[in-house]
């Protein structure tokens, strides 16, 4: 079963800017795929079709076998859950409980059941010692892993995940990126941190112009000094991947 099939879409604006092009891939259930692509790429355009903030103009988009259209919208949304880039768009409630419990007391969910999808939730991004407090008053590394939580308390198919490392000290960059290692789900991650996308994701999909530029290891494609160079992508001063031996 696959978490995510994309086939064929493509996307303009009402002003009539083309974004999207025609893009086709798929995520197998387990795992983490990285989303690179310079500015402009059309990667946001991309993750608002996953859970139908945008529906298709052309092709589709299926979620563990539920197409995205207006009438799955509901299940949709919690099958896919995003982890917005700035967890202050995430959280709005007076405790970090109150912000887990959210979404799936929304789903009807209730009483002790709650209590335990919350702490559960928690206990897996390491902030269940934070559950009374406000949101406000943990630091941003924190915050985002309660933002992860939010939607991980969704039992969510495929989390989505906007910049991950993105204002993280190295050791809350670190600690996030052994949280989502140790999580039992997809994940797709749209990131610039390349070094991030090679620690945490085997596969790499280049999106570029409205295209899939390039869709493999992810070793492979960062080892690819031409590759990055033709679609903007720049690792980080003093980091160098052997190219693969061949033969
Ligand atoms: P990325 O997230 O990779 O930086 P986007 O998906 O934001 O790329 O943008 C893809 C293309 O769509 C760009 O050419 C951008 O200018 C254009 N675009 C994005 N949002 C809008 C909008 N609301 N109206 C018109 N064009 C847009």
């Known amino acids: 079963m696959n978490s995510l099939e994309v086939s064929r879409l493509a996307y303009a604006y009402p002003d009539g800017t083309q974004a999207l092009f025609g893009v086709d891939f798929t995520i197998g259930r387990g795992e983490r795929v990285a989303l690179l692509g310079p500015n402009g790429a059309g990667k946001t355009t991309l993750v608002m079709h996953l859970n139908g903030i945008l529906t298709a103009g052309h092709g589709a988009v299926t979620v563990a076998g539920t197409p995205v259209r207006k009438d799955t919208l509901k299940e949709i949304r919690q099958r896919v859950g995003l982890v917005f880039q ?44 934070a559950i009374d407090r406000p949101p406000h008053h943990l630091s941003f590394g924190q915050r985002r892993r309660v933002a992860v939580a939010t939607v991980l308390a969704m039992a969510p198919e495929i989390l989505v995940l906007d910049e991950p490392s993105s204002n993280l000290d190295p050791a809350a960059r670190r ?73």
Do not use: W
């Not at 949280?179 to 039992?184: A, E, F, N, T, V």
């Not at 999909?205 to 070793?219: N, W």
């Open 175 to 247: 600690e996030l990126a052994e949280i989502l290692r140790s999580l039992d789900v997809t994940v797709l991650m749209v990131t610039h941190d390349l070094p991030y996308a090679l620690e945490l994701c085997d596969r790499s999909l280049i999106l570029s112009d409205g295209v899939i530029a390039a869709d493999g290891p992810t070793r492979e494609l960062l080892a690819d000094v031409e590759l990055l160079a033709a679609h903007r992508l720049e690792l980080p001063y003093g980091f160098a991947i052997p190219a693969p031996e061949r033969g």
């Open 86 to 129: 700035d967890p202050d768009d995430q959280l709005f409630m007076p405790t970090v409980r109150d912000d887990v419990a959210f979404g799936p007391a929304n789903s009807g969910v209730a009483g002790e059941e709650l209590e335990r999808v919350v702490k559960a939730a928690l206990d897996r991004v390491g902030m269940l010692d």
